[in-house]
């Protein structure tokens, strides 16, 4: 009985040590920003990514669709 609550207390304090976040999870890595040259090669790590094309949107909002209906 002794070992059990032994390990039992290992554990919880394993647990409790190990997450340190609200939501129990384990803190992810570090991660930073890095900027992007504009006049890099395209296999250059450090290349901005190509923009995506904005979806194409009626200059009137698409009223002229409501109104004509």
Known sequence: MRRLGLCLLTF???????CSRETGLPD??????VPCVA???AD?????????PAE?????????EADAG
Do not use: K, N, V
């Open 28 to 33: 992810p890595p570090l991660r930073t920003l």
């Open 12 to 18: 919880l304090l394993y647990a409790a040590g190990s």
């Open 39 to 41: 006049d890099a090669a």
């Open 56 to 64: 194409a949107e009626p200059a009137d909002g698409g009223m002229a």
């Open 44 to 52: 250059d790590p450090l290349a901005c990514p190509e923009p995506e």
